[in-house]
């Protein structure tokens, strides 16, 4: 082999130089730990280097942000730099960071809707998406969140995600505070959902004569089917021995679990629609949620009926069965409530019906 020194050659495995006596033994290069930074020579001067932070790009790829300064004399004082930059020289993590941890954490519990709710709330929030979390005021997210969802629920849904990484950053010491809980929202404006009156469905069964369409609506008015239930409703979940549709909840565990059921008059309605499905997985309502509602309030206008949600269709089951004294345990049951609270919410007896209700009460006045 030959000398790290004078380069003449030498025995294999020779300690030492015979000619000159250096040690062979190469050295060894020295490496730094992570996050102890780097430095690297310019002209006479020395420039410090280190990792400001780490984060995902669009690809979700981890990306290195890196920082430095120079003009120091001596690399070993760049090297003293890099390793513990002072405080104002470091930088937390961004609020899109945070946001990313969290679509791979709670986020994946939501459902599709309140996923979907989610990203609509951040990509709101992009202008100051890029900016350190710990860095951001009460002002400036109130402003942006002003200025960008005009409504209670869409604010909401930003101050939600808001408060999500403002958790995770505190959980990382980044910052100490959730700013999110000082946001302030609009007063909820919530309108009292209506029921169809008895009048409105006596004309949707004329309609029906004239469009079959419109004996979805009539399923959902005497079932309290939810319309993303009917839009999933399959033929084999109708029970028509029993009266029953199974399996056919959606959302909470009690609608999942509770058969609904309907009135022997509805079933002929039911048998027509199964019978007018074309779907190859056995739907019986075979459009997109869009024409769904569209078809739907093409139905209420050839019907002449007031243009109420699809929703109001559940409150119109509840209050009917209310104005025909059913049993408020039982109502509850059959709109496949956990309270009777919530029940409660969806009867809406009308003067009429509160006319009737007095009517009933004895005249105990003596002559």
Not at 78 to 89: D, I, R, V
Not at 215 to 224: C, E, H, K, Q, S
Request: aromatic share 8%.
């Amino acid at each position: 082999m030959e000398c790290i020194k004078c380069k003449k050659e030498i025995p294999d495995g020779a300690p030492y130089c015979c000619w000159c006596g250096k040690k062979q033994e190469a050295r060894r290069s020295r490496t730094r730990g992570n996050g102890q930074g780097s430095a690297y020579q310019r002209g006479k001067t020395w420039t410090a280097r280190w990792t400001e932070r780490t984060y995902l790009d669009e690809n979700d790829k981890l990306r290195q942000k890196m920082r430095t300064k120079g003009g120091f004399t001596s690399k070993r004082a760049a090297l003293q730099y890099a390793a513990n930059p002072p405080k104002e020289e470091q930088r937390s993590p961004t609020l899109r960071e945070y946001y990313k941890t969290y679509l791979r954490g709670d986020y994946l519990s939501l459902s599709a809707d309140r996923q979907g709710a989610a990203e609509k709330a951040f990509e709101r929030m992009r202008e100051i998406a890029d900016r350190e979390i710990d860095a951001l005021t009460i002002a400036q997210i109130q402003d942006v969140i002003d200025r960008n969802a005009s409504t209670y629920y869409t604010r909401k849904d930003m101050k939600t995600v808001l408060s999500h990484c403002y958790n995770l950053a505190i959980a990382e010491k980044q910052t100490t505070v959730n700013l999110a809980k000082y946001i302030k929202l609009p007063e909820l404006e919530e309108k009292s959902p209506e029921p169809f009156t008895d009048a409105d469905v006596k004309k949707l069964w004329e309609a029906y004569a004239k469009d079959h369409f419109v004996g979805f609506i009539l399923t959902m008015i005497y079932t309290g089917m939810m319309p993303g239930e009917l839009l999933k409703l399959k033929k084999d979940m109708i029970d028509f021995e029993k009266n029953e549709i199974v399996r056919g909840g959606i959302k909470t565990k009690k609608r999942k679990e509770t058969p609904m059921v309907f009135p022997d008059f509805v079933a002929p309605v039911l048998h027509e629609l199964c019978e007018e499905s074309k779907s190859r997985v056995g739907n019986i309502c075979c459009i997109n949620k869009d024409n769904f509602y569209k078809r739907y309030y093409e139905c209420l206008e050839l019907a002449g009926v007031q243009k109420l949600p699809p929703y109001s269709c559940r409150h119109t089951t509840a209050t009917a069965l209310a104005m025909k004294n059913i049993d408020p345990f039982t109502i509850k049951e059959i709109m496949r409530h956990t309270k009777i609270t919530t029940t409660q919410r969806y009867v809406h007896p009308d003067m009429k019906g509160m006319v009737d209700a007095v009517n009933q009460l004895q005249n105990d006045s003596t002559e």
